[in-house]
């Protein structure tokens, strides 16, 4: 299973930005995909998920409000969709997604997630 992120990049303090991860792999499908970030010289934090069954979605404290997560489940691709960007966003922004028989993930429980993408970043200033 391969999850490749698309997106980052720069943006001015209230801009935006949109990230994409694609996930692939022989019929690979997960209950659950979520968007991490990492900060330099500060632990990964979760920022937000999306559960396939019900599209419910959650969303961090800093981030509520000003991000929007989705999924194209026919494509395996989930979206983070990034508005009024503050400088504190800044950080490497990670997608992942737990094995697909793995279904009581809570949202932000790094443990539980299996994959990976290499990791995209967003600056903002």
């Known amino acids: 299973v391969q999850l490749v992120e698309s997106g980052g990049g720069s943006a001015q303090a209230r801009g935006s930005l949109r990230l994409s991860c694609a996930a692939s792999g022989d019929g690979y499908s997960s209950a659950v995909m979520g968007w991490f970030r990492q900060a330099p010289g500060k632990e990964r934090q979760g920022v937000a998920s999306i559960y396939r069954g019900g599209g419910s979605t959650y969303y961090s404290d800093s981030v509520r409000g000003r991000f929007a997560i989705s999924l194209d489940s026919a494509k395996n691709t989930t979206f983070l969709r990034m508005n009024s960007l503050k400088p504190e966003d800044t950080a490497m922004y990670y997608c992942?997604?737990?094995?697909?028989?793995?279904?009581?993930?809570?949202?932000?429980?790094?443990?539980?997630?299996?994959?990976w993408g290499q990791g995209t970043q967003v600056t903002v200033s």
């Open positions: 992942a997604a737990p094995t697909s028989d793995t279904y009581c993930v809570p949202a932000f429980e790094e443990a539980l997630y299996a994959y």
